[in-house]
């Protein structure tokens, strides 16, 4: 895979690395089940990494080089097209054309994206092959969705990389967990305001800042919602958000960068326009 490094013209965000959270012995958590049903599907986190100071790297593409700029605003936009990659017949073919304020570059780097995502992501299909590879849940499977984390990868040289991506997503209604999209997410520091320009109005970046964590052996677990002053009851700890974007391997009507839905869809940038949300919608 070809390694893309972001634009030279583009500011590097090179905020503070908040430290990820230590094991401080066993925790008493009492999370009332309507809670966990209820909180938010994933997270943004803040990790202490080695690697952090290392030169950023972005991995979209088998072949053609992919610039990735930075975005600063967009209205993003669905595809006139249905995203259904695993219809029958489907041959995978990545079609986003069709969006009003869509560059060609920009078109194009949405669609290696998604494709490569497509090839890649699958190697993760079951959630025991993710864990031999160092990811962990967060147990949140109880809402529809259940997310696996790789703490290691979240500032290492990767980013938009299918075959490093710091999230997983699993769907869990059908009874046996089902790979239905990476979530990746960029390097602590990073805001909604430096993310890359991957897909312009196609791709819609997003951050959680409400939620609470626990500690399960070094692994944080979300455990419930920030209090109305925004932080979090002791000994829950609230993490640093990073914006992430998903990319499905799965149809979805509001296209393959769709965040989740209701509770779940996290904040975006302010002044911009979800790009879809089929709950709220009806």
Wanted: negative net charge; charged residues 15%.
């Amino acid at each position: 895979m070809s390694e893309v490094e972001s634009s030279s013209a583009s500011p590097a965000a090179t905020g503070p690395i908040g430290p990820r959270p230590r094991p401080r012995g066993p925790s008493v958590l009492v999370v009332p089940v309507l809670l966990v049903g209820v909180v938010a599907l994933i997270i943004g986190v803040s990790v202490s990494g080695a690697s952090a100071a290392k030169k950023r790297k972005t991995e979209v593409a088998t072949t053609a080089p992919v610039t990735a700029e930075h975005d600063h605003g967009t209205q993003a936009i669905v595809a006139p097209k249905a995203y259904d990659p695993q219809a029958k017949g489907s041959t995978k073919v990545v079609d986003l054309s069709g969006v009003p304020g869509v560059t060609p570059a920009e078109q194009s780097r949405a669609e290696k994206l998604v494709a490569v995502t497509l090839k890649e992501l699958p190697q993760f299909a079951t959630q025991a092959a993710a864990e031999a590879k160092g990811f962990h849940s967060i147990h949140d499977g109880a809402t529809g969705f259940e997310h696996l984390i790789n703490w290691d990868y979240i500032n290492d040289d990767h980013t938009l990389d299918p075959n490093y991506p710091e999230s997983l997503v699993y769907a869990t209604g059908g009874g046996t967990p089902k790979l239905v999209s990476a979530m990746f997410m960029l390097k602590t520091g990073e805001t909604l305001d430096t993310v890359p320009d991957v897909g312009g109005p196609l791709t819609q970046w997003h951050i959680h800042d409400n939620l609470c964590f626990s500690n399960d052996g070094g692994n944080p677990v979300v455990a419930g919602l920030t209090l109305p002053d925004g932080s979090c009851r002791a000994p829950l700890q609230k993490l640093t958000p990073v914006p992430m974007l998903h990319v499905w391997i799965v149809k979805n009507a509001c296209g393959p960068f769709a965040a989740l839905e209701g509770v779940g869809a996290g904040q975006i940038k302010p002044g911009e326009k979800r790009a879809c949300d089929t709950v709220h919608s009806h």
